[in-house]
């Protein structure tokens, strides 16, 4: 009888804090965040998000800025980044979709006016791979 | 250069059916023209394998049919039942398009439109490889091309769509959701309703939409002109089975929802947008 208590009562409580974490907020002061790319992967048990920022508090400069993040099912943040390739940023994050095998997460974006398709590690944000599609003149 | 627009379009298979390499597919807009292409990645260097331009229509034909070169690759996701076939979803001649085309060479099996759908802005599968059902959703803008302004503002009708589609192009389900804006007032406040997400859960045989809109039949009264966060739960044959209408509470901020941003992990649903922050029951701003 008192193993049974102690159970529903350890449910109850961590029901409760779960509960509390949502709604999660991420974005600088401006508010001028978009999501364009929302996706669970279940084999890292993530929730990521993506879109286009023009909050300097949130990116680095008040232009457009592709971010992500990752959340646990909680609501815990887990990673969060904007994205350079070494003079210009990844201006936005259009859509995404997990790959194939699920291992990672393809992404479209738009870094120095030109489409981008990448593919990330949705465990910490990492790429795995990045090509631009350059206008050759 | 060039202008591109980017719509996310894009899929990584990782095992191709036929070689075994791994190719990304994607679509953009460059200038006024819509491209789909494949890269090869399983080189030294990516290369491009295929590409194809959807040329636009003439300028007579435009004249005549004014939404025809309007469009937007939003979606390429595979056919769980086909490894040799992909769907590239959104808006083609003007209307919500799904197009389904050969991996191998780009070649288009068939294209299905929706005259009464400007765009699909949302698409959901089930996991499972025997189920070949693709669930859609998006806006209509019945006026387009003709009375409308070309700001959009209050006085551009808008009205949230779902469907639900076999892999043949068949249509089994669509519905339109919309209902009047707080102020109605014909030509100037006009329905203001755009349907952003759809999922589907098959265990549950219950598909969740988002819709991001203004309509007073499912908002309280004391709800004036701004987007609210419309929950809507399906039944499989499309019925409504409840309806959920999340405010700001007293805050009068403009909800705008996220592309395609809704899915459920077992019994619960996640949805996500942008705005001022969320006032709910649990939070407070």
Redesign the interface.
């Known amino acids: 009888m008192l193993a049974l208590s102690l159970l529903f009562m350890t449910r109850q409580v961590t029901a409760q804090c779960e509960?509390?974490y949502?709604?999660i907020?991420a974005?600088g002061a401006k508010?001028n965040?978009?999501?364009?790319?929302?996706?669970?992967d279940?084999n890292e048990q993530l929730?990521i998000?993506g879109?286009v920022t023009t909050s300097e508090d949130f990116a680095p400069a008040p232009n457009e800025h592709g971010y992500m993040f990752a959340l646990d099912?909680s609501g815990n943040w887990k990673w969060g980044s904007f994205f350079y390739n070494v003079s210009y940023a990844v201006s936005?994050i259009?859509?995404?979709?997990l790959?194939?095998?699920g291992?990672?997460l393809?992404?479209?974006?738009?870094g120095n006016?030109?489409?981008?398709?990448m593919?990330i590690k949705t465990s910490d944000g990492s790429f795995n791979?990045f090509?631009s599609?350059d206008?050759i003149? | 250069?060039?202008?591109?627009t980017?719509?996310?379009?894009?899929?990584?298979?990782?095992?191709d059916y036929r070689d075994y390499q791994p190719y990304?597919y994607?679509a953009?807009i460059k200038d006024s023209e819509m491209f789909m292409?494949r890269?090869a990645?399983g080189g030294p260097a990516?290369t491009i394998d295929w590409n194809f331009k959807f040329v636009n229509y003439s300028d007579n034909e435009e004249l005549v049919a004014p939404l025809l070169n309007m469009k937007e690759p939003?979606?390429?996701?595979?056919d769980p039942k086909q490894q040799s076939a992909l769907y590239m979803i959104g808006r083609y001649r003007g209307m919500g398009s799904v197009i389904r085309f050969n991996k191998r060479d780009g070649s288009v099996r068939w294209h299905a439109q929706f005259n009464k759908m400007s765009s699909i802005t949302s698409v959901s599968q089930a996991l499972q490889q025997y189920d070949d059902d693709l669930f859609l959703c998006g806006y209509y803008q019945p006026n387009e091309g003709t009375t409308d302004s070309t700001t959009i503002d209050s006085t551009v009708n808008f009205q949230a769509v779902m469907a639900r589609m076999k892999d043949n192009g068949d249509v089994s389900w669509v519905i339109t959701a919309t209902g009047k804006h707080p102020f109605y007032s014909a030509n100037t406040l006009e329905d203001q309703d755009k349907c952003v997400?759809i999922s589907y859960y098959k265990e549950k045989e219950q598909i969740a939409v988002v819709i991001q809109g203004k309509m007073t039949e499912v908002r309280g009264t004391n709800k004036g002109d701004w987007f609210d966060t419309i929950l809507v739960l399906l039944n499989e044959g499309g019925q409504t089975s409840k309806v959920v209408a999340i405010s700001q509470g007293t805050l009068q901020y403009d909800m705008?929802?996220?592309?395609?941003?809704?899915?459920w992990?077992g019994d619960?649903i996640?949805?996500?947008?942008?705005?001022?922050?969320?006032k709910?029951q649990?939070?407070v701003l």
């Open positions: 509960d509390s949502w709604p907020y974005g508010g965040e978009e999501v364009r790319c929302f996706v669970y279940p929730i998000v879109g099912l936005s259009d859509g995404c979709q790959s194939s095998d291992e990672s393809a992404v479209a974006g738009m006016s030109q489409p981008l398709l593919d791979k090509i599609i206008y003149d | 250069m060039p202008s591109y980017q719509y996310g379009a894009i899929y990584y298979d990782k095992r990304f994607g953009f292409l890269v990645d990516p939003n979606f390429i996701v595979p997400g705008y929802g996220g592309k395609n941003g809704v899915f992990v619960d996640f949805f996500a947008g942008h705005s001022y922050g969320f709910t649990k939070q």
